[in-house]
């Protein structure tokens, strides 16, 4: 016997739960169930080895079975990645793994699966959708403060959602130019001299950003825009002496500035310009560690309204989810040494 059957207005899923704690998920779009369920199955069998549900599909159903639980949060997940789908027109291996987020940005009352999520940042390459409720409050303040800070372990989408917001109010012209920046601060190793010029000497330590860029945009646009000037690509020590106006300047790696550093990046702000400062209190590569100013430079500004601070942790991790165990497993023997 089958229960609580629920449709969207445009039929194209119906959703319907077992006595057994069973859920059934019927697409009826093709093309969004080859979407959803991967080449050789590889999304669902993905789902099914972090879920711990067993799940089966035969048809246009996806059969979801195990511990009534899980089984709600893989039907949640497949109904992010249908959005996901109609509004990317596809599915990356990074949405399958971040699917069963509890923290998802998913709204099924008010949204049906034919309607993008919101807060949904459109670039030329793919849709950037925030992934969690951290993410999502981290955009809307990206998008409405002058100034931002976040801070927060890695794989939480601090560098990937600022550029990718830059680059949307770029191409929409509510900005005239992008300003990605980074302290030139070796992680941890002796790299010695290199050889080049001065892009190519400073291109190692500003690789991340441009790997962003290019995610977002075509390569040739994007070698275009740096040509012209309206993407720049510069070390902090660059900043010093600027202002920046009808721009849209990210500091990344902020935890490897010091307090005076990102004082000097924070008052280069101009007319119609917005900053943002990133970074990961656990990752400081400076030789001393007591010298980052990001932390302090949080406590000091906490009191200016103007000034957004997000905090991000393990929960808001968007990588593998074993990058999620591994952040938890350093923050606790962290903890456990205080």
């Known amino acids: 016997m089958k229960i609580n059957k629920q449709n969207n207005s445009d039929k194209e899923v119906a959703i319907t739960r077992g006595v057994d704690d069973s859920i059934n998920v019927r697409i009826f779009n093709n093309q969004i169930l080859m979407g959803i369920v ?57 949405d399958v793994t971040t699917s069963l987020n509890k923290d998802m940005v998913l709204d099924t009352k008010n949204q049906s699966t034919v309607q993008p999520l919101g807060d949904v940042i459109k670039t030329p390459k793919r849709s950037v959708i925030p992934r969690s409720l951290k ?14 800070m976040s801070l927060g372990p890695a794989g939480t989408g601090k560098t990937y959602l600022a550029v990718a917001v830059a680059l949307s109010m770029l191409l929409e012209k509510k900005v005239e130019r992008i300003i990605l920046s980074r302290p030139a601060v070796e992680a941890g190793e002796r790299l010695g001299f290199l050889p080049g010029d001065m892009k190519e000497k400073i291109d190692p330590y500003l690789r991340p950003l441009y790997d962003s860029l290019y995610d977002l945009l075509d390569y040739d646009k994007i070698q275009r825009k740096i040509e012209s000037g309206s993407i720049e690509i510069a070390p902090l020590a660059f900043m010093r002496g600027r202002t920046l106006k009808n721009s849209f300047a990210i500091l990344d790696e902020a935890q490897n500035a010091t307090e005076t ?65 591994i952040v938890e497993a350093y923050q606790k023997n962290t903890d456990d040494k205080g």
């Open 38 to 94: 991967g080449s050789f199955d590889n999304n669902l069998k993905e789902l099914e080895k972090i879920s711990g549900s067993k799940i089966y599909f035969r048809g246009n159903s996806i059969a979801i079975k195990g511990d009534k639980h899980a089984n709600e949060k893989v039907k949640d997940a497949i109904e992010y990645l249908i959005k996901r789908f109609i509004s990317d027109k596809k599915i990356d291996g990074n």
């Open 135 to 148: 993410q999502k409050e981290y955009v809307r303040s990206l998008r409405t403060n002058q100034i931002v």
């Open 261 to 325: 550093q990102i004082k000097m990046f924070l008052t280069r702000i101009g007319e119609k310009s917005k900053l943002v400062v990133n970074g990961d209190p656990s990752q400081v590569d400076l030789p001393n560690k007591n010298q980052s100013g990001l932390i302090k430079s949080q406590a000091i500004l906490k009191g200016i309204k103007e000034i957004s601070v997000i905090n991000f942790d393990h929960q808001d991790v968007m990588r593998h989810p074993l990058v999620t165990k």
